[in-house]
């Protein structure tokens, strides 16, 4: 009965903080989509590195933990493509121009990304099952990123 009640209360928590960064985001992206977008990869930094920790053993495998870092990545491929108006081209970016130049391949990629993470959350149930799908979100991230961003020295 006490997991249950810290179980629910630890599944609410990670819902505020999510609501709260969704805030912070639309907030942001109303005003400054360069820096919107910058706040959804910080995100999913944070939830990256809370997937890694899980799979590397680092710290113990949580159900809510999973499932935040998924519903993370949802958020940002649903809404990651708005960011990036034609007014942003230029600016404080990491952005390529390919995204413009080859928008369905960039909505594309997005798209992927949204997929495989709903994917991830819908088969996760234990730390095996996370650590396929975490592995399979972390591909599509990756190849996002070698197609559509610019290479940082």
């Known amino acids: 009965m006490v997991s249950m009640v810290r179980e629910k209360l630890m599944i609410r928590s990670a819902l505020v903080a999510a609501g709260l960064l969704l ?14 977008r910058q706040q959804e990869m910080k995100n999913n930094g944070q939830a990256s590195r809370i997937g890694a920790g899980m799979v590397r053993g680092q710290e113990p495998f949580d159900l809510a933990k999973a499932q935040q870092v998924f519903n993370t990545y949802i958020h940002t491929a ?11 081209k230029t600016g404080k970016t990491a952005a390529s121009p390919k995204i413009w130049d080859d928008r369905a391949g960039f909505d594309a990629a997005l798209a992927k990304f949204g ?14 099952s996370f650590k396929i799908a975490f592995a399979a979100v972390g591909r599509t991230c ?12």
Do not use: M
Request: glycine share 12%; aromatic share 4%; proline share 4%.
């Open 23 to 36: 805030g912070v985001t639309v907030g942001i992206a109303q005003t400054d989509p360069i820096a919107a």
């Open 78 to 88: 649903d809404n990651l493509g708005k960011l990036f108006p034609e007014s942003s």
């Open 115 to 128: 997929a495989e993470a709903r994917k991830g959350l819908a088969e996760t149930k234990d730390l095996e």
């Open 142 to 153: 990756g190849a996002c990123h070698e197609g559509f961003r610019v290479k940082q020295n």
